[in-house]
């Protein structure tokens, strides 16, 4: 059974660094991973999405990685700023249905202005 | 607008009430879900849908109906609330490529 992981669970830096948020997970056979920010109160939303057969997704000043054989992706935001605060998850799926979608319990960022 | 609308946002209720959650996306997914959000247990799936009339249950079913006649809408339903169904409700939708998206979210409280 996939088990997805993230660590740390929460993590707090001042405004500006660069930070690597990170993603493990057991079976390396996956189709894809999702990485999602989700506000208090809010739903969650879509970041990125990266395909088994990709390396890494951009989008503005994310970056999220991928390396299947071992277990890993990490999520580097870059210059941080007070409204990247949130909890991000990821979610690996490995096929076989709905089932197949394993979510980690998330990081929760705060950005220090 | 485009996206998942979930209705009501908020919702309370007594025990044993029947209470039903709505879900409509306005993209034409086939794949639909209901998860749970609670402190401690993170996102756990009730129940899925392939296609309208196709639906099959997830890691946390009992005590929940779906339903999908139409493709744009998935509504789920306690049949008899209890407490321990006080939680964040959320459905979402899948693209082809695999991507999801969610809804804002149902918050129920059962008293």
């Known amino acids: 059974k996939q088990e997805v992981t993230q660590i740390p669970a929460a993590l707090s830096v001042p405004e500006g660094e660069n930070l690597v948020l990170n993603c493990s997970f057991t079976?390396?056979?996956?189709?894809?991973l999702q990485w999602f920010r989700q506000d208090p109160g809010k739903g969650l939303t879509s970041l990125l999405l990266i395909q088994s057969s990709q390396r890494e997704q951009t989008s503005g000043r994310l970056n999220a990685s991928l390396d299947k054989s071992s277990g890993r992706s990490t999520l580097y935001i870059a210059a941080s700023q007070p409204g990247d605060s949130a909890t991000y998850l990821c979610a690996v799926y490995s096929g076989g249905g709905a089932d197949g979608l394993t979510f980690g319990k998330g990081t929760h960022l705060i950005i220090q202005p | 607008d485009a996206g998942i609308t979930q209705s009501p946002r908020y919702k309370i209720t007594e025990t044993g009430r029947q209470v039903t959650l709505m879900c409509h996306q306005t993209?034409?997914?086939?794949?639909m879900f209901w998860y749970r959000q609670d402190l401690g247990h993170g996102l756990r799936l009730i129940y899925y849908?392939?296609?309208?009339?196709?639906?099959d249950k997830g890691e946390v079913p009992d005590g929940y109906v779906v339903s999908r006649s139409k493709t744009e809408n998935f509504p789920l339903t306690l049949e008899s609330a209890t407490r321990s169904q006080t939680s964040v409700y959320f459905c979402a939708s899948k693209t082809g490529a695999g991507e999801l998206f969610f809804g804002e979210g149902s918050r129920l409280t059962v008293l």
């Open positions: 079976d390396s056979a996956i189709y894809n």
């Open positions: 849908s392939a296609a309208a009339d196709i639906t």
């Open positions: 993209w034409s997914h086939s794949y």
